[in-house]
Antibody
Framework: EVQLLESGGVLMQPGGSLRLSCAASGFTFSSYAMSWVRQAPGKGLEWVAAISGGGESTYHADSVKGRFTISRESPKNTLYLQMNSLRAEDTAIYYC?????????????WGQGTLVTVS | EIVMTQSPATLSVFPGERATLSCRTSQSVSSNLAWYQQKPGQAPRLLIYGASTRATGIPARFSGSGSGTEFTLTISSLQSEDFVIYYCQQYNNWPLYSFGQGTKLEIK
């Protein structure tokens, strides 16, 4: 059974840094691209970042480019999101999600999310 | 950037009837479009991919259609648990995903 478990969400002050983690199980982690998607309170879904299965390629939304960095550690089956220079508008639930293939396609499994509050 | 437009923002339908949700993209995404369902307090769940293929375990009352820039999610014979929020997402312009703003399906 595929499971994705996010952690690391906390209350932060603007300008601070934070690293989110997503522990994956139930599939061959290095064979699938992964993404972070966020959802501000009462709002829709916003794609944040994606990383290829092998980790050699990373992609970030313009809204976080230069501040957030996605990475993965395959031996630990863990996805990360390093978040620097946090702003109030980064307040959201952050979901990690598994892509259907090694490249970025539709997202077939999602974690339950971790809440980041910047205030 | 591909802009996704879902309509309507809110759709009111009687239980047991059919709901038709629309998603339009600012440029062609071929059939590289997915639909997700999100219940309150839960993560999104994949419903449809490739514009028309149901994901594993999704009931047959959910169907998707369309290609290019116009897509439709149809839910026939609405059940109480279907009155939640639905999002479309394009993955043609990978790796840059984009989501629609969502359609809330409410009981009439």
């Amino acid at each position: 059974e595929v499971q994705l478990l996010e952690s690391g969400g906390v209350l932060m002050q603007p300008g601070g840094s934070l690293r989110l983690s997503c522990a994956a199980s139930g599939f061959t982690f290095s064979s699938y691209a992964m993404s972070w998607v966020r959802q501000a309170p009462g709002k829709g879904l916003e794609w944040v970042a994606a990383i290829s299965g092998g980790g050699e390629s990373t992609y970030h939304a313009d809204s976080v480019k230069g501040r957030f960095t996605i990475s993965r550690e395959s031996p630990k089956n863990t996805l990360y999101l390093q978040m620097n220079s946090l702003r109030a508008e980064d307040t959201a639930i952050y979901y990690c999600a598994k892509s259907h293939t090694v490249a970025t396609t539709y997202l077939d499994y999602w974690g339950q999310g971790t809440l980041v509050t910047v205030s | 950037e591909i802009v996704m437009t879902q309509s309507p923002a809110t759709l009111s339908v009687f239980p047991g009837e059919r709901a038709t949700l629309s998603c339009r993209t600012s440029q062609s995404v071929s059939s590289n479009l997915a639909w997700y369902q999100q219940k309150p307090g839960q993560a999104p769940r994949l419903l449809i991919y490739g514009a028309s293929t149901r994901a594993t375990g999704i009931p047959a009352r959910f169907s998707g259609s369309g290609s290019g820039t116009e897509f439709t999610l149809t839910i026939s014979s609405l059940q109480s648990e279907d009155f939640v929020i639905y999002y479309c997402q394009q993955y043609n312009n990978w790796p840059l995903y984009s989501f629609g703003q969502g359609t809330k399906l409410e009981i009439k």
